[in-house]
């Protein structure tokens, strides 16, 4: 699919605002007053920040209150619920650390749960998607709820759960990306099978529809060379695990800290983008395109 800029910071951005706030919901790490101030505030600049960029890949942005309507039958919508309430869970949490420096359980691990679920939905959206065996898999929401899970405790500072996190991150990703790889061969599908004319014999396009571009090529067609995407997958692996893990591993101090995020949220973007470039949709068949 056409990795727009928008979907990519959404997803990457909200999952680890999302991922901070299970944390600081979980009082990892316990803080009160004005540390507690600067925590929340990274999280919810990332977890909204991303939801705003969400909205940028709408045709109709101002028709976005309609998604909350679709909860029964539409992920988007079960997402854009859960989402709210996460955020005004989790803010009554914060407001209660920051200006009365006391934690109330209940509602922090209820803000913790509900952060996670808002991470599964954006992740099952893409996950039903049969038209795209790539993310037609289990793989989808246990890597969306991995980068967030690892993000949120390198945000939060638990480098002893943040090390080994990102290296079981970095191992489930290589393992997904060789499987997404199989994907649309294993699933049976191609030209015969998406024409209903592979009883008569070997099908194949005598030309293509038409001439020119059109919205399906446009959105759902995106092809990214073997050697290209192996390179950014290297890239991918090297920022938002190799890095931050090693320099984890040094002594610490705020500057590597900082560094070590940057460089996993480089990672991540990276990461996200091969989520969307590599998607094949089956619609590519029709174009000659897989």
Not at 96 to 122: C, H, K, N, P, W
């Amino acid at each position: 699919m056409h990795p727009a800029p928008s979907v990519i910071l959404f997803t990457s951005l909200s999952g680890l605002g999302f991922g901070l706030l299970f944390f600081l919901g979980l009082g990892m790490p316990a803080s009160t007053g004005l540390v507690a101030f600067v925590f929340y505030a990274i999280a919810y600049a990332f977890a909204v920040g991303g939801l705003i960029f969400s909205t940028f890949h709408l045709g109709h942005p101002e028709r976005a209150l309609k998604a909350f309507t679709q909860w029964r039958s539409s992920w988007l919508s079960r997402e854009a619920w859960l989402a709210v309430m996460a955020l005004c869970v989790s803010g009554l949490g914060a407001i209660a650390q920051i200006f009365f420096e006391t934690r109330i359980d209940a509602i922090s691990y209820l803000g913790a749960a509900l952060s996670m679920a808002t991470v599964f939905s954006t992740a099952m959206i893409y996950r039903q998607l049969a038209t795209i065996p790539r993310w037609h898999t289990p793989w989808t929401p246990v890597l969306f709820l991995g980068y967030s899970f690892a993000g949120g405790a390198l945000f939060a500072g638990q480098v002893s759960l943040a090390m080994p996190a990102l290296c079981v991150l970095a191992a489930l990703q290589v393992v997904a990306w060789m499987q997404g790889d199989r994907a649309l061969a294993d699933s049976g599908t191609n030209l015969a099978t998406a024409t209903g004319l592979g009883d008569r014999g070997s099908v194949r396009a005598f030309e293509p529809p038409h001439t020119g571009t059109n919205y399906l090529l446009k959105e759902f067609v995106y092809v990214v060379g073997r050697k290209h995407a192996a390179k950014l997958r290297i890239i991918a692996l090297i920022l938002f695990a190799g890095t931050p893990v090693l320099l984890l591993a040094l002594e610490f101090n705020h500057i590597l800290a900082l560094l070590a995020v940057i460089a996993h949220i480089a990672g991540v973007i990276t990461s996200r983008w091969l989520f969307f470039a590599q998607a094949e949709h089956v619609v590519g068949l029709y174009y000659g395109k897989r």
